[in-house]
């Protein structure tokens, strides 16, 4: 079963686009059928695909959630899928449901980062608690991202010379510092600093601060060099 299409209004679609999807990846049709039946009581939208070559070749709506994920599958396992997932932007955290774990496999599959590894059969509540820790992560995950890209947007409009007086506010360094570092006016500075503060968006130096650490870190050593 694929997530559903239907029209609805641009109001209703960003409602829905943040309502919780979960993914369920199972060979076994029953399987599937009766997590999704869970899924339901639990009040949780959710999807099936029977192997993972579908699961990749399905266009995913953009919405939080996680993925109920079996270990041995048709083509990639899922061990493979999740070692896939992990080199995209927006893997989603995966609880792994198996009739053929073993504790290797669990470690291995803990280590790449999985919620949980549970065993068939399992408790309905065990596995509802395992999706809302996953729902949650996820959930942190995009706003933790949309954080990042508004702050890239940004440091985006900021001047070369702004964003060496971003770094330096950044690294707790004085006006006078600054100056002295940067070779200009302490009154060029101010102006500079005026100009960060604004186009950051910022109220204080605390919020530069945090905005800054919420740079990938490939940028600020860039700003750095």
Do not use: Y
């Amino acid at each position: 079963m694929r997530p559903e299409r239907q029209r609805i209004s641009p109001k209703s679609r960003v409602e829905r686009d943040e309502r919780p999807l979960v993914l369920i990846v199972d060979d076994d049709e029953r399987v599937r059928t009766a997590l999704q039946e869970l899924m339901m009581s639990a009040g949780i939208d959710s999807a099936c695909f029977e192997s993972t070559r579908e699961f990749l070749d399905s266009e995913l709506p953009d919405r939080p959630g996680c993925l109920i994920l079996d270990v041995r599958l048709p083509g990639l396992s899922g061990l493979d899928l999740q070692n896939h997932l992990a080199m995209s932007d927006d893997a989603k955290p995966i609880i792994f449901l198996t009739g053929h774990g073993d504790i290797p496999m669990s470690v291995h599959a803990m280590k790449a980062g999985a919620v949980d590894f549970l065993t068939k059969p399992v408790r309905d509540q065990t596995l509802l608690d395992a999706v809302g820790v996953g729902i949650a992560t996820d959930i942190a995950r995009r706003e933790s991202a949309r954080v990042v890209k508004r702050h890239l947007e940004r440091v985006a409009i900021l001047t070369p010379r702004e964003r060496q007086v971003l770094r330096e506010i950044a690294n707790g360094r004085l006006n006078k510092q600054i100056a002295f570092d940067l070779g200009i006016t302490e009154t060029t500075v101010k102006l500079h600093r005026g100009n960060v503060m604004r186009k950051m968006q910022a109220a204080s130096v605390g919020e530069i601060i945090r905005a800054w650490e919420a740079l990938p870190e490939g940028l600020r050593e860039k700003e750095t060099t």
